[in-house]
């Protein structure tokens, strides 16, 4: 008997579920259920051309007409609120109680909210949803400055922009350096170097104080150290909280994350949790429980549900990736660098074209292409498939990563 599969969640891990099970054939219903206005959108974007590209590019991962196509009945603006595990169901806002054989947990992140005074005055924005970023692009147009509260990729990416289109741009970081959580030092300092050249005021080690305001608006930020920036604009992007309410109601497992097996599984297994919501074992880290925050993992998690669901489960292996796009800067990461101990850059830095390759002991775990493609594309196929690449080898003058893994194949360089 066709069963009923409901996705909770209406973005790039949800979108995902329902296209690949109709791609496969799968007959039961599929119901998509999503909090926000819009349909399924593509948040990368948001955080780059869509700021300043006129016309504004089109986010929407399929227009109205996939769905109705596809059979898969989208359910925007309503939320949803609890699981009744027992009765296999889950209710909406909108009063609905909707049952499910499969539930598919797709419910994403949530911006960190920073515990400081003056975040609620108008002129200081968030950037995760389509909404937030048709408020910053309206903002950029005229406010001359801004001070971007923390130096990740998505501060990285906006401070790109807002320099482009000449606002006096200042970066805060408390870490130590930038994007510390998720790349080498290197780049870090790569990072650093850039953007003081390029104009801007990159301050790490530094935390802000409050966000002072007069008229309801605000006029400045106040950092710790005593020090007042004006501006009338202020973007705070420190990370993102998973949101896990849900399944810790309905009693799942959770921790920084939804937590699943190596199939995708919560510990109920008629229900699943993939994208920026889940925690899995990894293979690329030892096994150990890992949450990625990035486009390729919540489709790759999405094909592997729906494949589960059609009774075709296997272990999720798929190597982490993950691009930006600042600027001229093409910066491609495949596979997990956390946690390594040995850095080994190739190419020059100064030139703005390198790799930066991560062992963790003996371990190749990640490298770091900047503007250098073809590394990129060799390193998914040499770290997918465990080619023992040593420290040593990368070191010497003359290697060559390309010719190191051999032929690449075009699903490789996908
Ligand atoms: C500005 C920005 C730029 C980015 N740039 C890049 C990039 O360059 N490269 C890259 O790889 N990744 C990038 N990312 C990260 C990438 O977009 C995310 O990893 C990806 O969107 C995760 O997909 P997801 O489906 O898990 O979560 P989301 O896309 O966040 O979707 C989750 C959806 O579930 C909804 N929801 C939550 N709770 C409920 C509920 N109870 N009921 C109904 N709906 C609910 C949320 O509102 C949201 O719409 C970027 C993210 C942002 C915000």
Known sequence: MASAVLILGAGQAGFQVAASLREKGFAGTVTLVGDEPHLPYQRPPLSKGYLALSPLPDVLIRHEKFYQDNRIELRTGARATAIDRTRHAVALTTGEMLQYDHLVLATGGRNRQLSLEGTDIDGVLSLRHLDDADRLRQRLQDAGRIVIIGGGYIGLEVGSLALALGLETCIVEAAPRLVARVASTELSEFFHR??????ARILCGTTPARIQGSAGHADSVQLANGEVIPTKLVLI??????????AEGAGLEVANGIVVDQFLRTSDPSIYAVGDCARYPSRHA?????RVESVPNATDQGRAVAEAILGRPKPFESLPW?????????????GLIQGHDRAIVKGDPASGTFSVFCFRGPTLVGVESMNRPVDFVAARRALTEGLPITAEEVANAAFDLKSR??????????
Do not use: D, T
Not at 325 to 334: M, N
Not at 405 to 412: F, M, N, Y
């Open 194 to 199: 850039h953007y003081e050249k390029a104009g």
């Open 237 to 246: 992007c420190v990370g993102i909280l998973p949101n896990v309410e849900l």
């Open 286 to 290: 030892g096994g150990e429980l890992v």
């Open 322 to 334: 993950f691009w930006s796009e600042q600027g001229k800067l093409r910066l491609q990461i495949a």
């Open 405 to 414: 893994v051999g032929p690449l194949r075009p699903a490789a360089a996908a």
